[in-house]
């Protein structure tokens, strides 16, 4: 089986494919074999150019995007479209090729992964070409306390990223004023937009040092904030994206003049969303029939929305979970399992 699955849109979804199936394919053929390069489907030149250099980045970059579509699909799990994998070849179907907010920031969280992947593979030594963060000190940071741990390479994650995601979008050439010119510059910017919301939340981590734990001594290094955090700014973004239209000179400009402009740190986006409620397999959608939804909720999560006023159905249904925790000395925490009926409710 082939390390990438076919490419959907843009290279970008053949990284999302390679991480459906991470494992399918021995080490050896992802890590120093001349042939991986030949094999992954949907390369640009300029991509395949730097796999060839940088074979051993190839994992990481899978795995960034993997961690990308979790969380998107953590961040959507209560709304209309919930970010669902169609399949291996177009991992998202045909929703992507409209230039909606959804597919801004779809690949904001991707390039956020990939960021966020190569940055720590380079901190832990598994990347030749880089090491921990040689990041300046920090002007705030205490005199008396050490700089210099080792930290996750935030500026190498970036520049690869940057380089190598951005290829494929860069490689193109369209018409001035066409609508796959306007596509391009979108998928740039929002591009843009996960690595900096990544690097806007990284921060600086202490570890204490001293006698009896009194932290006489602090060594510092920066360190990535969780990615949860990450997928709750973009999440955040995404709800203030911004419209976009071409002007007259072929640029990306706000749809309404009364807004700011956005900046490199926003999402945009060039064309409304698709009807999420029904499915239709022109736009990609998959609806929301056979969704679990909340009776109780007013939000996107309640029945009411979720549904599109179509009803629901309410069921019995038998769930397991953990209970009768007790903490043992020293130190985990067992469990019993117990089984539960509950009503459950799916849209019609």
Not at 21 to 39: D, F, R, T, V, W
Not at 140 to 156: E, K
Not at 250 to 276: C, R, W
Request: with cysteine.
């Amino acid at each position: 089986l082939s390390f990438f699955h076919s490419i959907f849109i843009s290279f970008y979804f053949s990284v999302k494919s390679l991480a459906m199936n991470p494992l399918l394919i021995p080490e050896a053929y992802i890590i120093g074999a001349q042939p991986l390069c030949s094999q992954l489907v949907g390369l640009s030149q300029g991509q395949k150019k730097l796999c060839q250099l940088y074979q051993d980045h190839m994992q990481y970059i899978g795995e960034g995007a993997k961690t990308g579509i979790r969380e998107c699909q953590y961040q959507f799990r209560h709304r209309r479209w919930n970010c669902s994998t169609v399949d291996n070849s177009s991992v998202f179907g045909r929703v992507m090729q409209i230039g909606s907010r959804e597919t801004a920031f779809t690949y904001a969280i991707s390039a956020a992964g990939v960021v966020n992947a190569v940055s720590r593979a380079c901190r832990e030594g598994e990347l030749s070409s880089c090491g921990c963060s040689r990041a300046a000190r920090p002007k705030d940071l205490p005199r008396d306390w050490l700089w210099g741990g080792c930290g996750d390479n935030l500026n190498y994650g970036y520049r690869f990223s940057k380089e190598f995601v951005d290829a494929r979008e860069r490689e193109k050439s369209y018409p001035k004023g066409s609508y796959e010119s306007a596509r391009l510059m979108m998928n740039i910017h929002n591009n843009e937009a996960g690595r900096r919301t990544v690097s806007d939340l990284a921060n600086v981590s202490c570890k204490c040092h001293g006698v009896s734990g009194s932290c006489s001594l602090k060594t510092c290094w920066l360190q990535l904030a969780d990615f949860r955090k990450v997928g709750d700014a973009l999440k955040e973004k995404y709800d203030s994206a911004a419209s976009m239209k071409l002007n007259t000179r072929g640029k990306l400009v706000q749809m309404h003049s009364k807004f700011n402009a956005p900046t490199s740190h926003d999402l945009v986006y060039i064309e409304s969303s698709p009807d999420y409620c029904l499915k239709n397999q022109s736009t990609g959608s998959l609806g929301t029939v056979g969704r679990l939804c909340n009776k109780t909720s007013e939000g996107m999560d309640g029945c009411e929305l979720m549904c599109c006023g179509r009803g629901y159905d309410q069921y019995k249904a038998q769930i397991v979970e953990r209970c009768h925790c007790k903490f043992h000395w020293c130190c985990y925490v067992k469990c019993k399992r117990c089984t539960k009926i509950v009503d459950q409710f799916v849209c019609k």
